[in-house]
């Protein structure tokens, strides 16, 4: 997620978790980012220019092996990561240090709920990647590539992974409630329409093998409904338009229909009870992110191998994404913009697909074989290569916003207090409003 595992401290609410905190964590933030490289890289002794990578969990370039290869094909190169674990603290750190104008890596990563807010407000501060060498635009799927644009055209990152979704069933749990087991029925079930996947939801409880539940939260229906929506939280102008949104309405709604409808095994994601729930088999159902099939696999255990699948999406979505960035100020600038081409060039994308599960955003990587012949065994040997490509090639051009994170992290909590609290729906919504207001202003 860039690793399978580090969406668990990014996105939906991964990295929004704390933002609320930005001013504390940037009081504290000195040392956060800078790590042990100070202000960027330097020139050793044997004249080797070290460049500094900043990063939020495991993007997987170490463990892939890329670096050790950029470093062969580059002798004099040697490259430090250095890496705060979750987003929440990183990002308020490099705002902390982009004001500062010190404390920088060469290659800075920014998480997809916090580009548009980087290229609205700090973009005089990262080089426009757009002109970098080697660098083109349509090796990029459009939607990503419009992502990290600022108004003036200038690119301040280049995309890495995305997190295109499908649906994680269980086939034995389907299988006992009377439901169809093979990808292709299942897909067939909610195609289009994501109010069909609590239809299918409604028929597995009505023979649901006990102790179980259809999904594991509504609020992780809520984030893959949404995501399927080109404009969300913000218009195309820049105005806050959730209260009023289609996409927040249709989605809460259909949230609430699970929520209400008891749908659900009413966990939190990312916590210990849901990783608990995959090792016991309590739910059958997961909206799930390309990056997501490891940490699945992780929690289930080998017990539990080829119970799972791997189906369709009712709509093509979104969840997750980073990209790497070079600040204007880096020590080694130059460097710094050739590492970042390579490691995000579809070559170096395939390579982190097929050994990390992280998702090119990169729509010539979809035909290397690494990504377009890609089987999961865990998964009864799905063609994930296929079912995520397809899944990314109809994700709408997103219209993002500065708080993006912030307002869906917020609008989840509200949609947790109607599942696990008791709460009435409207309660959810107005509590969930009260909040965003006072955090957006």
Known sequence: MHSQYRRTTRTTGRSARRLTSLGIAAALGAGLLSGCAGDGGSTSEDGKVTVSVGLFGTFGFKEAGLYDEYERLNPDIVIQENVTAENADYYPALLNHLTAGAG???????????????????ADKFVDLAEAPGVR??????????????????????????????????????????????????SKLWADDWGRYIDAGEIYAENAPSGTSFMDSASGLYNGAVSSYAERYYDEDGEVIY????????????????????????????TPEWDQAYANGD??????????????????GAKNADRWDVADAPRPGNWGGSFLAVPENAKNREEAIKLATWLTAPEQQATLFQKRGSFPSS?????????????????????TGKIFTEAAEGIPVQVLGPKDQIIAETLAKGIRQVEKQGKSPDEGWDSAVKSIDNAIG
């Not at 992974?161 to 990808?183: H, I, Q, S």
């Not at 209260?243 to 699970?258: F, G, I, K, N, Y």
């Not at 729509?363 to 063609?383: I, N, Q, R, W």
Request: overall charge negative.
């Open 363 to 383: 729509g010539t990587a979809f035909g290397l074989p690494e990504v377009e012949d890609a089987t999961h065994a865990y998964y009864g040997d799905a063609p």
């Open 137 to 186: 635009k349509n090796h990029w799927l459009d939607w990503k590539w419009e992502q990290a644009k600022t108004e003036d055209g200038k690119v301040i990152g280049l995309g890495t992974d995305t997190g295109p979704m499908a649906v994680c069933y269980r086939k034995d749990l389907f299988e006992k409630a009377g439901l169809p087991t093979g990808r292709e029925e299942v």
């Open 243 to 270: 209260q009023d949104s289609e996409a927040v309405r249709t989605s809460w709604d259909l949230a609430m229909r699970a929520a209400e409808g008891k749908l659900t095994a009413r966990l939190q994601q990312f």
């Open 283 to 300: 739910f059958a159902t997961v909206v799930c992110p390309a990056w997501m099939l490891g940490y699945i696999e992780s929690k289930a």
């Open 104 to 122: 920088l890596q060469d290659v800075q990563a920014v998480e997809v709920g916090n580009i548009k807010e980087v290229a609205t407000l700090q």
